[in-house]
Structures are given as structure tokens and as C-alpha cells.
């Protein structure tokens, strides 16, 4: 197995514009998690999911911020319109039994 | 806000020394996992300890547990270069697999 693929590993984009990050999870893997790490503020987590559902959203930041999960092979975490305060390296994690997570390399994320 | 707290925030050995982290937490958990963060990349786990259990080993790893306490330790022997990384302990939750992170140990192995 590949691992987590997302992409695009780094991302550019300017304030107002709307960016979407992509996630493939491991397959057999029946969670989903959506990550963001800052020096600021560490690891946040945004939002998960089981079976592709959405169990907690609490961590996403605003309105601004929506992911989605259409089948058990793909997600997406969408921001729009971006800010500069959205910079961040942005991780998507999946899991399976026993309850470790399996991380992404990530997306570096930088709105100008 | 985070549920674990990592301590110290960074540490500074030689290799060959052995390496101590603590993470203390604050709500009842499942289970505790350590991952480990090399610079750049994502994050890659290292070790799982429930709840009932008290101590583990994995090779050079060794954790600890104490729920009393609402703290957990790892501890790296004789350290090499190569396990210069950053270290996160994270505490799952609920019963649906919640897991939240502590801020992080920066460990850093000099030859």
C-alpha cells in the first residue's frame, strides 16, 4: 500500500482565493482525520470521519472551512476564500484496527 | 485546546544517552499513542498503551503509564542520531476515536 497520499504537497495562493486539499486514505481504513499544524498552535484537529461520515467538526475554524468525503477512497478539506492566517501545514491521517494513525506527508499551505 | 502537554519542550543529548519525555493529560482516555515527527514530513507512530496497561516496550522504546496521574513517559535508550525528530504524545478520547496531540518534545542527538 501507498500510505496516505495528499496533495498538492505545497500550495500557493493568494488571500481570497479558494483552495482544496485532497486526501486518499489507506484503503480499508474506516476513519479519516483532517489535521492542521502551526508553530503557533501545534496540531489542531479539524474534523474527522467514520464510514464517511462526519463524526466532529468542532475543530474546524469557521465557516470559511468545509470537508467532505463522497466515497471510502478520497477526501477533500476546502477553504474559501482563504486568509493569511489559514498558513499551515495541513495533514490528513487515516486509521484503521488497532487505533493508530497513519499520516500523509502533508500540504503546506501558504496564502499571501 | 490540547488535551496533552509535552515536557520538557525540547532536549538536547549525545547519542548513546537515554532519552525522557513526559506528557500529562487531562481527561480520561482509551489509550495514549507516541509519534514521532521528523522535520518536514508527517507524523509516524511509535507506540500504543491502553489504559489498563501500565508499561510497554517496542525495540528501544519504552512507555510508561499512570492514570492516577494523568501522565505517560517515553523513554529512548542509547540514542542515535538518526532519532533526532519531534515527539508527540496523543491521548484518545471517546469511543469514536477522537485523538488529540500535545504541543511536542524536540529532541535533538548529537554524535
Known amino acids: 500500500d501507498a500510505g496516505v497520499i495528499q496533495s498538492p504537497r505545497h500550495e500557493v495562493t493568494e488571500m481570497g482565493q479558494e483552495v482544496t486539499l485532497r486526501c486518499k486514505p489507506i484503503?480499508?481504513?474506516?476513519?479519516l482525520f483532517w489535521y492542521r499544524q502551526t508553530m503557533m498552535r501545534g496540531l489542531e484537529l479539524l474534523i474527522y470521519f467514520n464510514n464517511n461520515v462526519p463524526i466532529d467538526d468542532s475543530g474546524m475554524p469557521e465557516d470559511r472551512f468545509s470537508a467532505k468525503m463522497p466515497n471510502a477512497s478520497f477526501s477533500t478539506l476546502k477553504i474559501q476564500p482563504s486568509e493569511p492566517r489559514d498558513s499551515a501545514v495541513y495533514f490528513c491521517?487515516?486509521?484503521?484496527?488497532?487505533?493508530?494513525?497513519?499520516f500523509g506527508s502533508g500540504t503546506q499551505l501558504s496564502v499571501l | 485546546s490540547q488535551q496533552g502537554e509535552e515536557d520538557p519542550q525540547a532536549l538536547s543529548i549525545q547519542e548513546g544517552e537515554n532519552a525522557t519525555m513526559n506528557c500529562s493529560y487531562k481527561?480520561?482516555?482509551?489509550?495514549l499513542q507516541w509519534y514521532r515527527q521528523n522535520s518536514g514530513r508527517g507524523l509516524v507512530h511509535l507506540i500504543l498503551?491502553?489504559?489498563?496497561?501500565r508499561e510497554k516496550h517496542s525495540g528501544r522504546l519504552r512507555v510508561t503509564l499512570d492514570t492516577s496521574k494523568k501522565s505517560s513517559s517515553l523513554l529512548i535508550t542509547a540514542s542515535r542520531a538518526a532519532d533526532t525528530a519531534s515527539y508527540f504524545c496523543?491521548?484518545?478520547?471517546?469511543?469514536?476515536?477522537?485523538?488529540?496531540f500535545g504541543a511536542g518534545t524536540q529532541v535533538v542527538v548529537t554524535p
Open positions: 498503551i491502553r489504559s489498563n496497561e
Open positions: 481527561t480520561s482516555i482509551n489509550n
Open positions: 491521517a487515516s486509521r484503521g484496527d488497532p487505533s493508530l494513525l497513519f
Open positions: 484503503s480499508g481504513h474506516d476513519y
Open positions: 496523543a491521548t484518545e478520547t471517546d469511543s469514536w476515536g477522537k485523538l488529540q
